[in-house]
């Protein structure tokens, strides 16, 4: 099992930034990637960025970017998300997932262990 807690969310104007952080525990070294969701109100679940532990290779959503950056510090067991230049519609509530294996990166049922969520709410 792995255990994934979010945090870092918040209230933000459009504009602004955000840093998620999401630390993992339990059996943290057979988790092959981690990689962030969002669900807005009344929205399907959609990917935002992933990221492997062992060479960091990273893909994003074409919706975030160029704004929103993934991270990981590997000796913290500890994913970020590190979001700029923030929009209305990035309103949502964001959630860590870590997945066993390598697959398709946007396929949610791919991941193996979520977090409970952060809000991030953007205001105009």
């Known amino acids: 099992q792995v255990q994934l807690v979010e945090s870092g969310g918040g209230l933000v104007q459009a504009g602004g930034s955000l840093r998620l952080s999401c630390a993992a525990s339990?059996?943290?070294?057979?988790?092959?990637?981690m990689g962030w969701f969002r669900q807005a109100p009344r929205k399907e679940r959609e990917f935002v960025a992933a990221?492997?532990?062992?060479?960091?290779?990273?893909t994003y959503a074409d919706s975030v970017k160029g704004r929103f950056t993934i991270s990981r510090d590997n000796a913290k067991n500890t994913v970020y998300l590190q979001m700029n230049n923030l929009k209305p519609e990035d309103t949502a509530v964001y959630y860590c997932?870590?997945?066993?294996?390598?697959?398709?990166?946007?396929?949610?049922?791919?991941?193996?262990?979520w977090g409970q969520g952060a809000q991030v709410t953007v205001s105009s």
């Open positions: 997932a870590a997945r066993l294996r390598p697959g398709p990166w946007r396929n949610d049922q791919a991941y193996n262990f």
């Open positions: 339990g059996r943290t070294f057979s988790s092959y990637a």
């Open positions: 990221i492997t532990w062992n060479f960091g290779d990273t």
